[in-house]
């Protein structure tokens, strides 16, 4: 019993101290924003265009937000850094609602989202809240899975 309530405390500081960082990041007016259109950063085009919008302080990453407009909705991918390690993803799928049987573009319903706070990148541990489900979209939350996404936003400041 004692272990399980040193891990279980444990993880409720590790999060109280993800969820303040994220704050301070969200509330730091000093960080440069810089916004790159897919197309002219990979030479690759979607259907319903595709952003990447990178958060610094000098040359360290803070924050990363990541677009993706598709021909059912959104999705969207917000990566907060601490020194050059993820430690909170936030994932969401938004798909157009229906009008008459077909998709109304004017209407976007958020059908999942998924909360990742990272307590160890390197070994793919954190905790994950899940809500709703994948309608179109991929991918298992692993932090695996968000790696080309640094990689795409680490070159925009070299």
């Not at 004692?2 to 405390?9: A, C, H, K, S, Y």
């Not at 690759?44 to 990363?64: A, F, H, P, S, Y």
């Not at 009008?99 to 905790?127: P, Q, S, T």
């Not at 979209?137 to 899975?145: I, L, M, V």
Request: hydrophobic share 30%.
């Amino acid at each position: 019993m004692t272990l399980i309530g040193f891990v279980t405390f444990g993880q409720e500081n590790k999060l109280d101290g993800i969820k303040s960082e994220v704050n301070s990041i969200d509330s730091d007016s000093t960080l440069t924003k810089s916004e790159f259109d897919w197309k002219k950063l990979t030479g690759i085009t979607t259907d319903g265009g595709r952003i990447l919008k990178v958060w610094r302080n000098e040359n360290q990453i803070c924050k990363i937000v990541e677009e993706i407009g598709l021909s059912y909705g959104r999705v969207k991918t917000t990566i907060y850094l601490q020194n050059g390690l993820p430690i909170k993803i936030i994932e969401t799928e938004e798909n157009f609602g229906h009008k008459n049987g077909e998709l109304n573009y004017n209407e976007l319903n958020e059908v999942f989202r998924a909360y990742i706070y990272v307590f160890n990148w390197e070994n793919d541990e954190g905790k994950i809240e899940r809500i709703g489900k994948k309608v179109f979209s991929e991918g298992s939350c692993s932090t695996f899975d968000y790696e080309p996404i640094l990689e795409r936003a680490k070159k925009t400041i070299e």
